[in-house]
């Protein structure tokens, strides 16, 4: 059965960085594009971050853009969300999701892992 188990979140003042960790198991990886998703208090979940199964191809949302960097290591079964500038409208709770085969329907997601950014 595949698991993601997400690390990374706490508190940070804005302007700072934080990364995030997510790690798979019970499957193999590499068949598996990622995906980084945030909700904000109150609000929908968004899509923040995408990653092909290979790594060769991300997608970002346009507020994160220049600020967030997704990356993976599929010897490591692990995703990763480097954040950078961050500001309080980044405070959400951060999921990670697996989407098998690339076929863009994220049927595996993690705990979730806070992040509150602080003015």
């Known amino acids: 059965q595949v698991q993601l188990v997400e690390s990374g979140g706490g508190l940070v003042q804005a302007g700072g960085s934080l990364r995030l960790s997510c790690t798979l198991s019970?499957?193999?990886?590499?068949?598996?594009?990622m995906g980084w998703f945030r909700q904000p208090p109150g609000k929908e979940r968004e899509r923040v971050a995408t990653i092909s199964r290979g790594g060769g191809s991300t997608d970002y949302k346009d507020s994160v853009k220049g600020r967030f960097t997704i990356s993976r290591d599929n010897a490591k079964n692990t995703v990763y969300l480097q954040m950078n500038s961050l500001t309080p409208e980044d405070t959400a709770v951060y999921y990670c999701?697996?989407?098998?085969?690339?076929?863009?329907?994220?049927?595996?997601w993690g705990q979730g892992t806070q992040v509150t950014v602080s003015s």
């Open positions: 999701a697996a989407d098998y085969l690339g076929t863009n329907t994220y049927n595996y």
């Open positions: 019970g499957h193999t990886f590499n068949r598996y594009a």
